[in-house]
């Protein structure tokens, strides 16, 4: 299995409602990231889990959260998002570390998110 | 900043001719990554090319790197309709975070492929 899953693909909310994007793979990576992308622009990384641990966090607003409860799953809760959060969320996985580090990276299909 | 810069942005050509995308760096790197994306969908990976190799081939796909120059590119010969996509660089530097060599990808801004039948 060389997937990874986003869900779900579509989600629309309100400033004050709290949401919860999805992701998960099978691949037995050990390293998982979360990217935003808008229109017309290249993926801005967010964060990076490695080894369920968060690795990196590129100063994302506090109003974005998030968490890896085992090696295959990873979530990303919203609160309190504000129009301009609105984007497509990219999930991704890859190896992990050591020689393999920096190698391919597996993306998901995404979650189109619109904030109203 | 370590992200590559693309060009041209926007390439447009009809079936049958090759696409010709370049990305240049700043910064060093561990090796380049050529990523496509369809329209609103997840990115794909296409080929890797490490900062010792010069050129790489994958089916139509032919990857250069000038480590001296900063900077890469990517030729898909033949094109087809179903190229049509946006193609970006990725530069990867690895770091080291509690005793782990991690690795992350820095994007160029990506070059849009219009292929027309």
């Known amino acids: 299995d060389t997937e990874v899953t986003q869900t779900p693909k579509h989600l629309v909310m309100g400033m004050t409602n709290k949401k919860s994007l999805k992701c998960e793979q099978h691949m037995g990576h050990r390293a998982m990231y979360w990217y935003k992308q808008k229109a017309k622009k290249p993926p801005e990384l967010m964060f990076v889990?490695?080894?369920?641990?968060?690795?990196i966090n590129e100063s994302v607003p506090s109003r974005f959260s998030p968490e890896c409860p085992n090696s295959s799953l990873l979530n990303l809760h919203l609160h309190a998002l504000q129009p301009e959060d609105s984007a497509l969320y990219l999930c991704a996985s890859s190896q992990g570390g050591g020689e393999l580090a920096g190698n391919e990276q597996f993306f998901g299909p995404g979650t189109r998110l619109t904030v109203l | 900043s370590q992200q590559g810069e693309e060009d041209p942005q926007a390439l447009s050509i009809q079936e049958g001719e090759n696409a010709t995308m370049n990305c240049s760096y700043k910064?060093?790197?561990?090796?380049l990554q050529w990523y496509r994306q369809n329209s609103g969908r997840g990115l794909v990976h296409l080929i890797l090319i490490r900062s010792n190799e010069r050129e790489k081939h994958s089916g139509r796909l032919r990857v250069t790197l000038d480590t001296s120059k900063k900077s890469s590119s990517l030729l898909i010969t033949a094109s087809r309709a179903a190229d049509t996509a946006s193609y970006f660089c990725?530069?990867?530097?690895?770091?080291?975070?509690?005793?782990?060599?991690?690795?992350?990808?820095?994007f160029g801004r990506g070059t849009q492929l219009t292929v027309w039948p």
């Open positions: 990725a530069t990867t530097r690895r770091y080291s975070d509690r005793g782990s060599t991690l690795g992350r990808l820095y």
């Open positions: 910064t060093s790197i561990n090796n």
């Open positions: 889990y490695s080894y369920e641990k968060l690795s």
